[in-house]
């Protein structure tokens, strides 16, 4: 089990709490080829500020290139992705002010615990008595201060986990994005995460999008759920009236509903 000093913060600490909004996303007609092949076919989805919401499906369904569409990555989309009310699409990842938080947790392995966190900030040249306590409070609302000097070699895949997560909640993002954060961990530790990824949205009250193809993980977690196949979006709900009313036999059959 996490012991004690790792879990997440009961409270978000006073220095994350200047610039964290819960925005709303507003995606319309998206599509996306990768050369010939579409992969995205005419998404629409609207998020509301401060959800936790889930894109649930299939590998190969689209989920990871819509999550990199909002945050900038990869080919340009034909269609509008509205931060706010802002339409980014063409605009430079970094200029978005989204936070991505990717499946290997893409750590610096010759940086320790606190310079991995401050990384972003040093780009953003933060002044060093503001940056130390936003790694600081970042690695307090994680559960990770303690490891402050470590390096990553000497933590646990949950461990660097959790620094990865700081490393992108430290610049305050707008949005957090988190593409199967939790499918390195064992099974146990995936279970325990759940509940810790849960707290720490909960604290920190951004809009975030989690994909998984878990549909237990998915539900058990997020406010809302759009299921995706192929390229496009099958139903949007609540994980329990997607379940209870899938829309059609693709849903049935992906959430084990069909009879
Ligand atoms: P998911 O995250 O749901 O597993 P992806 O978004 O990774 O799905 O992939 C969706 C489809 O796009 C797949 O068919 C995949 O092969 C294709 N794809 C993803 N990335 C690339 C790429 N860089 N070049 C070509 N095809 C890609
Ligand atoms: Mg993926």
């Given at each position: 089990p996490i012991a004690a000093e790792t879990a997440v913060a009961e409270t978000l600490p006073d220095a994350l709490q200047n610039r964290l909004q819960p925005i709303g996303i507003d995606i319309r007609d998206l599509s996306l080829s990768f050369g010939a092949t579409q992969v995205l076919k005419g998404i629409d989805l609207k998020i509301e500020p401060g959800e936790f919401f889930a894109f649930l499906g299939p590998s190969g369904s689209g989920k990871s290139t819509l999550l990199r569409a909002i945050a900038g990555f990869g080919p340009t989309p034909k269609g509008t992705i509205a931060l706010d009310g802002q339409d980014v699409v063409g605009l430079a990842p970094w200029k978005r002010n989204v936070g991505m938080v990717f499946q290997n947790y893409a750590l610096w392995p010759h940086m320790s615990v606190a310079r991995n966190v401050a990384y972003g900030l040093d780009e953003r040249r933060v002044p060093k008595r503001e940056s130390v306590a936003r790694v600081n409070a970042a690695l307090e609302l994680v559960g990770m201060r303690q490891y402050?000097?470590?390096?990553?070699?000497?933590?646990s895949g949950g461990q660097q986990q959790r620094v990865a997560l700081a490393r992108t909640i430290v610049v305050e993002p707008r949005v957090l994005l988190l593409d199967e954060p939790l499918s390195n961990l064992d099974a146990n530790l995936r279970v325990q995460m759940r509940q810790d990824l849960l707290k720490l949205q909960r604290r920190l009250g951004i809009t975030t999008i989690f994909v998984t193809h878990d549909q237990e993980e998915a539900n058990t977690i997020c406010d809302r759920i759009a299921v995706m196949a192929d390229g496009v979006v099958q139903q949007i709900g609540k994980p329990d009236d997607v379940y209870d009313n899938p829309a059609n036999s693709f849903v049935a059959n992906f959430l084990g509903t069909a009879n």
């Open positions: 402050a000097d470590r390096y990553p070699s000497q933590l």
